[in-house]
C-alpha cells in the first residue's frame, strides 16, 4: 500500500518562498515518476510538477516554470516541491501524486496518477 503525506503548507506573503514535502510510504521514489499537482478553490485540479521516474527529467505547467523547483530525496523517501516568487494565483491545496508503474505518456495528466496525498493548503497574501 502506497502512501504519501504532503507537509510544509502554510501562509505566506506574495514574493515569499516555500518548500513542500511528500514523504511516502509503501514503495520507494525511486525508479518512479511523482508529480504534484493544485486545486484552488472552486476550480480543477491542475497539474504543477512532474519528476521523471530516473529523477533525471523535470517537467511544468508554464505557470510555474521558472518559480518552482520538483526535486526528490532517494534517502528520505521524500518529493519536494521548492516554491519561489509566490503569487496569490499559487493559493491552493498541493497534493502529491504516484505513478502505479512506469508512465508512457504525458506526466501531467491526473489519469497516469494512481496514489494521491491528501494535500497541504498554501495561501498566498498579497
Known amino acids: 500500500q502506497v502512501q504519501l503525506v504532503e507537509s510544509g503548507g502554510e501562509q505566506v506573503q506574495a514574493g515569499g518562498s516555500l518548500r513542500l514535502s511528500c514523504a511516502a510510504s509503501?514503495?520507494?521514489?525511486?525508479?518512479?515518476?511523482m508529480a504534484w499537482f493544485r486545486q484552488a478553490p472552486g476550480k480543477e485540479r491542475e497539474f504543477v510538477a512532474a519528476?521523471?521516474?530516473?529523477?533525471?527529467?523535470?517537467y511544468y505547467s508554464d505557470s510555474v516554470k521558472g518559480r518552482f523547483t520538483v526535486s526528490r530525496d532517494n534517502a528520505k523517501n521524500t518529493v519536494f516541491l521548492q516554491m519561489h516568487a509566490l503569487e496569490p494565483q499559487d493559493t491552493a491545496v498541493y497534493y502529491c501524486?504516484?505513478?502505479?508503474?512506469?508512465?508512457?505518456?504525458?506526466?501531467?495528466?491526473?489519469?497516469?496518477?494512481?496514489?494521491w496525498g491528501q494535500g497541504t493548503r498554501v495561501t498566498v497574501s498579497s
Open positions: 501524486a504516484a505513478p502505479q508503474g512506469r508512465i508512457s505518456s504525458s506526466y501531467s495528466s491526473r489519469a497516469n496518477y494512481h496514489y
Open positions: 509503501g514503495r520507494t521514489v525511486n525508479g518512479y515518476a
Open positions: 519528476l521523471s521516474w530516473n529523477g533525471i527529467d523535470t
